[in-house]
C-alpha cells in the first residue's frame, strides 16, 4: 500500500490558492480513477481504492499547512507503511509553473508543510515538487502561496493535473520516469504526436524540359544550315 499526500490548507477560502495544488491534485486522482468518496480520518480526509495494481490511501490533512506532519505521522503509524510508502505533493517556488519532479528524501527547503512532516515521520519519504513558479523576492512569497491562481494559469494548471492524473497509477507503482513523462504529455506534448498531421510539403515547380541537343558536329551544322533556308 501506499499513502499518497496532498499538501493544502482547509476551508473553501484557501481551496484555489497556489499552496493547495497539492490537494487539487489528489481530488482529480480521485475523480478520474474511481476511488471512495472522501471520509474524515487521521485528522484529514482519506479516499481509497487502487491505482492500477497497487492499493493506495489518498490523505488531505485538514490541519493547516504548518501541522501536516500530525495528520501523515498518524495515517502512516495506523496503516503500518514506512516512511518509504509515503508521497507527498506539494507545490514547488524553484520550479517553473506546470513542471512536477519526483524526489525521495532530502530537506524540506523551508516549506512548512514539509517542515511539519520531517518532525513527525523523519525525512525519508517519496516527494511530487509542483511547480508555481516564484513572485521574484521572498518578501512576496506568503502572499503569493496564500492568492488564488490567476485565469491566465488555468490552461497550464489544468494540463498538469491531467498529467499527474494519468500518471498515478506509476506514481504509486514507484516508476517515477513513467509518471513524469505521463505528466510531460499533458503539459509539454511533442510536435506532430498524432494530434495533428504535418503540414504539407509546397510542389515542386515544373522545370521546362531542356531542348534536344544535336549529337554530332554533323548533325549541328544540319541543323544550322536547316535554320537559314
Known amino acids: 500500500m501506499k499513502l499518497i499526500v496532498g499538501l493544502g490548507n482547509p476551508g473553501a477560502k484557501y481551496a484555489a490558492n497556489r499552496h493547495n495544488i497539492g490537494f487539487m491534485a489528489l481530488d482529480r486522482i480521485a475523480s478520474d480513477h474511481g476511488l471512495s468518496p472522501w471520509r474524515a480520518r487521521f ?13 493506495v490511501t489518498l490523505l488531505k490533512p485538514q490541519t493547516f499547512m504548518n501541522l501536516s506532519g500530525q495528520s501523515v505521522g498518524e495515517a502512516m503509524r495506523y496503516l503500518k ?7 507527498v505533493l506539494h507545490d514547488e517556488l524553484d520550479l517553473a509553473p506546470g513542471k512536477a519532479r519526483v524526489k525521495q528524501g532530502g530537506g524540506h527547503a523551508g516549506h512548512n508543510g514539509l517542515r511539519s512532516i520531517h518532525q513527525h515521520i523523519g525525512a525519508d519519504y517519496g516527494r511530487v515538487r ?21 485565469k491566465a494559469e488555468e490552461a497550464w494548471l489544468d494540463d498538469l493535473m491531467r498529467g499527474i492524473s494519468d500518471g498515478a497509477a506509476a506514481l504509486a507503482a514507484g516508476d ?12 509539454a ?41
Not at 43 to 55: H, K, P, V
Not at 81 to 87: E, G, N, R, S, Y
Not at 178 to 186: G, K, S
Not at 209 to 228: K, M, N, V, Y
Open 130 to 150: 509542483l511547480g508555481i513558479g516564484h513572485p521574484g523576492h521572498k518578501d512576496r512569497v506568503a502572499p503569493y502561496v496564500l492568492s488564488d491562481f490567476a
Open 43 to 55: 485528522q484529514g480526509l482519506t479516499a481509497e481504492g487502487r491505482l492500477g495494481d497497487m492499493r
Open 176 to 187: 517515477a520516469g513513467r509518471f513524469q513523462n505521463a505528466v510531460a504529455n499533458r503539459t
Open 189 to 229: 506534448p511533442a510536435r506532430n504526436s498524432g494530434t495533428e498531421p504535418p503540414a504539407p510539403k509546397p510542389a515542386a515547380k515544373p522545370q521546362p524540359e531542356p531542348a534536344p541537343q544535336p549529337a554530332t558536329l554533323s548533325d549541328r551544322l544540319r541543323a544550322l544550315g536547316e535554320r537559314f533556308k
Open 81 to 87: 507503511l514506512t516512511p518509504a510508502d509515503v508521497i
